[in-house]
């Protein structure tokens, strides 16, 4: 698989930081790391990347589907991830690849495939 900038959405600071070792150590690059509804939004916007991952759930329990959305709009793919309690995707984003936690190494590798595969 060749070189990608990922985005990761992620309101966890220290999942974060394990998503951004996890790419690195894949030989990709972060594009950057957003952690609300209002910066994710923002990065689509003005952030350079091959895939975003995008947290179900963000600050004050938001649901994350609005970024998904702009993604699609933007023509650029995704993938979501989660843990815990899963509110179902929108049936526009439910053929979307998913990475549930707790995230491996192995798991991120197959779900960078997939999603960068997907477009």
Same mark, same amino acid.
């Given at each position: 698989?060749?070189?990608?900038?990922?985005?990761?959405?992620?309101?966890?600071?220290?999942?974060?930081?394990?998503?951004?070792?996890?790419?690195?150590?894949?030989?990709?690059?972060?594009?950057?790391?957003?952690?609300?509804? *209002? &910066? @994710?939004?923002?990065?689509?916007?003005?952030?350079?990347? $091959? +895939?975003?991952?995008?947290?179900?759930?963000? !600050?004050? %329990?938001?649901?994350?589907?609005?970024?998904?959305?702009?993604?699609? *709009? &933007? @023509?650029?793919?995704?993938?979501?991830?989660?843990?815990? $309690? +899963?509110?179902?995707?929108?049936?526009?984003? !439910?053929? %979307?690849?998913?990475?549930?936690?707790?995230?491996?190494?192995?798991?991120?590798?197959?779900?960078?495939?997939?999603?960068?595969?997907?477009?």
């Amino acid at each position: 698989m060749t070189k990608a900038r990922i985005l990761i959405v992620e309101d966890e600071a220290l999942i974060a930081m394990m998503l951004e070792d996890f790419v690195e150590t894949l030989g990709h690059e972060v594009a950057g790391i957003v952690d609300s509804l *209002e &910066a @994710g939004l923002a990065a689509v916007a003005d952030i350079d990347f $091959d +895939l975003a991952m995008l947290d179900v759930n963000l !600050r004050e %329990r938001k649901a994350s589907w609005p970024i998904a959305d702009a993604l699609d *709009e &933007a @023509g650029k793919p995704f993938l979501f991830t989660s843990g815990g $309690d +899963l509110e179902k995707p929108p049936e526009r984003h !439910r053929s %979307r690849p998913f990475l549930a936690k707790p995230f491996t190494l192995e798991g991120v590798r197959a779900a960078l495939e997939t999603g960068l595969q997907t477009e």
